[in-house]
């Protein structure tokens, strides 16, 4: 391939100007508030497949927040490869511990980022790493080097648990017929580490509710004769994890897949430091499941976490009171070959068994998906490896992510190829935290290793 570095180097300001343009609509798609923004944002995006080249550009609605989907056929003969992304993005809440207005993006360097990055929420997750792919396929149509066909399906509704698309994708299978899934949501282990993405896990997330007296008690004149929903809730709660942090639900592991040490071995290969890790967060040991290392517990291995936690009074002062109810939300992180709904179910026998005499419990399932695993010997994850090894000059390392994205299974059951993870953040970019960042570096070596992908995807699929 030819003059991509020039083209990126001739157009760097713009590429970055029209990504901040992106950045500034506050596309929030937990909050009803922003319906109108992320509407926009379905338009701008739209509107940039337009110029980049696309064929034909559309808006499909669904129940929820619609889908953009643009293509370029160049020849039936040769493979297509589909990009997925999203365009929504998560709330910026805590709004006082960002640095600067999240959807005013500004360019600062960091440690990690010494030749700046841009500060706003979506600049990594996902905005910026999708905005690689439509600035990649540009580079490709104008300077006449598209290897092959190419689709493009952005939602806005990822970050919210992709309720609708999983509708659009087995309804409009032919609409997406592909050859090779190709998506940029992820991360790598640094900037010298290339890695690629060989696993996503599986999640399960519910909310639970422990209800006990009909009002609010006074917790002097009933304090010690009634059931206390926080105290029990916590009890429950505490309960889901054994001394050596095993979950204690039944069943809960029975699916899951006890990698070969042989496996385990080349995955402690990945360059790791514990004393860098704990320095970066600010705590003096790790914590987690007994005989599994920190990459294992946040790759291979299931977790349960509770996400928030509420009851009584949190206002100011002191209230002397007994609540009447008490809620958590607990995710699940789940590894591939667990159900995600068999898993929702076994959870939800557990924790209502757990609840005593005197309390109500209610467990309301909210959304989740299946763990992804993805082998390395596929045409789809030897051109990925090649492209990296063009523009970074190393291999890249697979390496199973903890993250999910639970469309991921369903797009290969019912579009029957292969994901490919070609993440170009760091886990240091604060996604989902105040002060999300993205490289402007990772930005243009994303638009730069991208058309290679394709260049050998489709000389692999001859
Ligand atoms: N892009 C992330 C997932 C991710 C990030 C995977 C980094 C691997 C590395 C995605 O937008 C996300 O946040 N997913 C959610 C699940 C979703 C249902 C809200 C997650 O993992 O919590
Ligand atoms: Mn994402
Ligand atoms: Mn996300």
Redesign the pocket.
């Known amino acids: 391939m030819k003059n991509i570095p020039s083209y990126i180097k001739e157009h760097k300001e713009r590429f970055l100007n029209e990504l901040i343009e992106l950045l500034k609509i506050p596309s929030i798609s937990a909050d009803s508030a922003y319906k109108s923004d992320v509407l926009k944002t379905a338009e701008a995006i739209k509107s940039c497949l337009e110029k980049a080249g696309c064929d034909t550009v559309e808006i499909c609605p669904t129940a929820g927040y619609p889908i953009v989907y643009g293509k370029k056929t160049i020849d039936k003969n040769l493979p297509t490869v589909l990009v997925y992304g999203?365009y929504d993005v998560?709330p910026p809440d805590p709004l006082n511990l960002w640095n600067s207005p999240p959807f005013e993006p500004v360019i600062k360097t960091t440690e990690k980022h010494p030749d700046g990055a841009i500060f706003a929420r979506g600049a990594c997750?996902?905005k910026g790493?999708m905005y690689m792919h439509v600035k990649a396929f540009e580079i490709m149509v104008k300077t006449n080097q598209l290897p092959c066909n190419v689709k493009f399906m952005i939602e806005g509704e990822?970050?919210?648990?992709?309720a609708n698309l999983g509708d659009f994708v087995k309804s409009n299978r032919d609409k997406l017929k592909n050859d090779v899934i190709l998506i940029s949501?992820?991360?790598m282990i640094a900037n010298d580490t290339p890695s690629i993405?060989t696993g996503?896990?599986g999640?399960s997330?519910v909310e639970v509710e422990v209800t006990g007296p009909n009002r609010d008690l006074h917790s002097g004149l009933y304090g010690g004769a009634v059931a206390n929903p926080i105290n029990i809730l916590t009890k429950m709660i505490a309960s889901l994890h054994n001394e050596n942090n095993h979950i204690t639900i039944p069943e809960f592991y029975d699916k899951v897949e006890e990698l070969s040490t042989e496996e385990r071995t080349e995955m402690a290969k990945a360059p790791f430091s514990l004393e860098n890790y704990k320095k970066a967060l600010d705590i003096d040991a790790v914590y987690g499941e007994d005989g599994f290392t920190t990459n294992e517990r946040n790759s291979i291995r299931p977790t349960l976490d509770v996400n928030g936690i509420w009851g009584g009074y949190i206002g100011e002062g002191a209230k002397t009171v007994i609540p009447s109810k008490a809620y958590a939300k607990i995710?699940m992180?789940l590894v591939p070959n667990q159900d995600w709904q068999e898993i929702t179910k076994l959870f939800t026998a557990h924790f209502e068994s757990l609840a005593p005499k005197g309390v109500k419990v209610k467990v309301t399932p909210h959304?989740?998906?299946q763990g992804y695993v993805t082998p390395i010997s596929s045409i789809g994850y030897q051109a990925a490896s090649k492209a990296y090894e063009q523009t970074f000059g190393k291999k890249p390392i697979p390496q199973r992510?903890?993250?999910?994205?639970?469309i991921v299974s369903l797009f290969e059951q019912e579009l029957e190829s292969k994901i490919i993870?070609m993440?170009f953040?760091l886990?240091s970019d604060a996604?989902?935290s105040p002060n999300e960042h993205f490289g402007i570096w990772n930005y243009l070596k994303g638009i730069e290793t991208i058309p290679y992908f394709y260049k050998y995807f489709t000389e692999l699929s001859k």
């Open positions: 999203h998560q997750d996902d790493q990822e970050e919210v648990g992709s949501d992820t991360g993405t996503l896990r999640l997330y995710s992180r959304h989740g998906g992510s903890g993250g999910s994205i639970p993870l993440g953040g886990d996604i989902h």
